[in-house]
């Protein structure tokens, strides 16, 4: 479960364990993330009630937005994910270059969270370029931590990716990235990297589901940082009016 998929039901088991009204707090959603595309009657049920205790309310995908605004009268507002409140700068000073990577060594960073159906088109792109590839991912691959992410994703050839993170740190160091859909059971959480796609117009990051194309291999980011400025000015003014900060500009 991502950290961020408070709203995923299909990992809320006793629809318990979100917070309810209290007198003496303001209850504000930031950046939720549902996972999700559709919703059963009785989660429906329960989501309208829960509403009912937000004061204010943003999620991350627009196929949240859409799923819940019918279940309420409140704005619901899409906002940007809290890794992209920051900028380039921030995540350069935490990052820490792994012990077995040489300081000049070029590779492609492989991120896969879901079954691995493309190793061998990623394989042979970095044969052919006579890049090395390294797989990191949860458990399976390393002991990396936060840190040494932050480097691989900075300094990467290419990233090969499933992951919404992973393709949110490559955006924000500028890296070339392929963003592939996620196979098995979870292919639905996809939905959360389209949006972030659609957001930033970087329909030439998608895997075609052939091969590593040269659009893939592109790093023009120009546009995206255009439209990143408004977006985070657009979320931070949902939390400033939502906590009832002024802003001291």
């Given at each position: 479960?991502?950290?961020d998929?408070?709203?995923?039901?299909?990992?809320?088991?006793?629809?318990?364990?979100?917070?309810?009204?209290?007198?003496?707090?303001?209850?504000?959603s930031?950046?939720?993330?549902?996972?999700?595309?559709?919703?059963?009657?009785?989660?429906?049920?329960?989501?309208?009630?829960?509403?009912?205790?937000?004061?204010?309310?943003?999620?991350?995908?627009?196929?949240?937005k859409?799923?819940?605004?019918?279940?309420?009268?409140?704005?619901?507002?899409?906002?940007?994910?809290?890794t992209?409140?920051?900028?380039?700068?921030?995540?350069?000073?935490?990052?820490?270059?792994?012990?077995?990577?040489?300081?000049?060594e070029?590779?492609?960073?492989?991120?896969i969270?879901?079954?691995?159906d493309?190793?061998?088109?990623?394989?042979?792109?970095a044969?052919?370029?006579?890049?090395?590839?390294?797989?990191?991912?949860?458990?399976?691959?390393?002991?990396y931590?936060?840190?040494?992410?932050?480097?691989?994703?900075?300094?990467?050839?290419?990233?090969?990716?499933?992951?919404?993170?992973?393709?949110?740190?490559?955006?924000?160091?500028?890296?070339?990235?392929?963003?592939?859909?996620?196979?098995?059971?979870?292919?639905?959480?996809?939905?959360?990297?389209?949006?972030?796609?659609?957001?930033?117009?970087?329909?030439?990051?998608?895997?075609?589901?052939?091969e590593?194309?040269?659009?893939?291999?592109?790093?023009?980011?120009?546009?995206?940082?255009?439209i990143?400025k408004?977006?985070?000015?657009?979320?931070?003014?949902?939390l400033?009016?939502?906590?009832?900060?002024?802003?001291?500009?």
């Amino acid at each position: 479960m991502g950290s961020d998929q408070v709203w995923n039901p299909d990992y809320i088991s006793t629809y318990n364990n979100l917070p309810t009204k209290n007198p003496n707090n303001r209850i504000i959603s930031y950046a939720a993330s549902m996972g999700v595309e559709e919703l059963t009657s009785k989660q429906k049920d329960y989501y309208r009630a829960m509403l009912e205790d937000y004061f204010a309310i943003s999620v991350r995908e627009q196929s949240a937005k859409e799923l819940l605004q019918q279940l309420t009268d409140k704005k619901i507002e899409v906002v940007l994910d809290p890794t992209l409140l920051l900028d380039k700068p921030e995540y350069e000073a935490l990052e820490k270059r792994p012990k077995d990577l040489a300081e000049d060594e070029k590779y492609v960073l492989c991120y896969i969270l879901g079954n691995r159906d493309h190793e061998a088109v990623i394989g042979k792109f970095a044969k052919g370029k006579g890049y090395k590839t390294i797989y990191f991912s949860d458990k399976r691959d390393s002991n990396y931590g936060v840190e040494e992410f932050l480097y691989l994703i900075h300094h990467a050839q290419l990233i090969c990716t499933d992951s919404f993170h992973a393709c949110v740190f490559s955006f924000i160091f500028e890296r070339p990235f392929v963003a592939f859909k996620r196979t098995g059971k979870e292919n639905y959480m996809y939905t959360r990297l389209q949006n972030l796609i659609d957001t930033f117009r970087l329909k030439n990051r998608e895997y075609n589901g052939k091969e590593i194309t040269k659009q893939n291999q592109a790093c023009d980011y120009s546009e995206a940082k255009i439209i990143i400025k408004k977006e985070q000015e657009k979320s931070l003014n949902f939390l400033r009016k939502s906590l009832e900060i002024k802003d001291e500009k």
